[in-house]
């Protein structure tokens, strides 16, 4: 019964997987047919010696821009999810206090995923000023110092304001645990999430390995025109082989412990 099930499961996801790898297929060999004219290599070149001068220009501007943005737009969240939060003690109704209560919750974790993101998109543009130091400590020293130091007190405040979205959610959510001073800060505060909270997680972390994929196979395809060499997907491709097995050995330890998920 279940030999037939699967074989009907899988005959009809063939009839949708088949012509996708046929399409990748032939994109893959236009591209790499392309790849190999003359042309592709001119525009090749073009187009990396602008988009390097244009990262060159922007990269100090980019690093204020995002770290300003970051911490101003997390401290808006949290402040929001504190007002709401306390709005759930005028609340009388069970219901519209959850209500309430979710709302705060959201507003508390967009706040943090913004701090995060813009933490990373503020180190991409850090990494691109590093690339070129030379040329900015010979012509742009004084943007260079400035960026520099609006990186570094923004990543203490980032810190900072971290520790307060953290125990705030604390606050929020009795039993949960930890610091974000604390090096086993991830594990302990994992341990204490309930079993529904866990399951989100995982499902992110899913979405996460998918999501370093995509890029993997953008870059690869990418190396053709710009040829970048393989730095780049080998890269994105090492962090997706730790997420995955991450993933992978967390999901087994669950299955050992026989938690519900």
Do not use: H
């Not at 499961?9 to 047919?33: D, M, S, T, W």
């Not at 911490?71 to 007002?83: D, L, T």
């Not at 400035?146 to 990186?151: D, K, N, R, S």
């Amino acid at each position: 019964m279940n030999s037939d099930k699967n074989k009907r499961e899988n005959r009809k996801a063939l009839k949708i997987f088949i012509p996708i790898i046929f399409a990748a297929a032939v994109i893959g060999g236009v591209i790499g047919a392309f790849s190999a004219t003359g042309t592709a290599e001119q525009i090749a070149k073009t187009a990396g010696s602008v988009l390097a001068e244009a990262m060159f220009q922007t990269a100090p501007y980019a690093v204020i821009f995002t770290v300003v943005l970051g911490i101003a737009m997390g401290f808006a969240y949290y402040r929001s999810a504190v007002r709401t939060f306390k709005a759930c003690e005028t609340e009388t109704d069970e219901d519209a206090q959850y209500a309430v209560y979710i709302k705060a919750d959201e507003k508390l974790s967009k706040g943090m995923m913004i701090i995060g993101l813009t933490e990373i998109l503020s180190l991409i543009f850090f990494s691109a000023m590093i690339a070129y130091i030379n040329r900015y400590t010979d012509k742009y020293i004084t943007i260079y110092i400035v960026t520099l130091a609006i990186f570094v007190i923004g990543c203490f405040i980032r810190i900072k304001l971290n520790q307060l979205c953290v125990d705030f959610a604390k606050i929020m959510n009795p039993q949960k645990k930890g610091s974000v001073y604390d090096l086993r800060f991830q594990k302990k505060w994992e341990d204490s999430c309930d079993e529904m909270e866990k399951l989100v997680i995982y499902k992110a972390s899913s979405k996460a390995s998918i999501a370093c994929a995509i890029f993997f196979f953008i870059l690869m395809l990418c190396s053709f025109f710009f040829n970048y060499g393989p730095l780049p997907a080998v890269s994105v491709g090492i962090i997706w082989l730790i997420t995955a097995a991450a993933y992978y050995r967390e999901a087994i330890r669950l299955g050992k412990d026989k938690i519900n998920l």
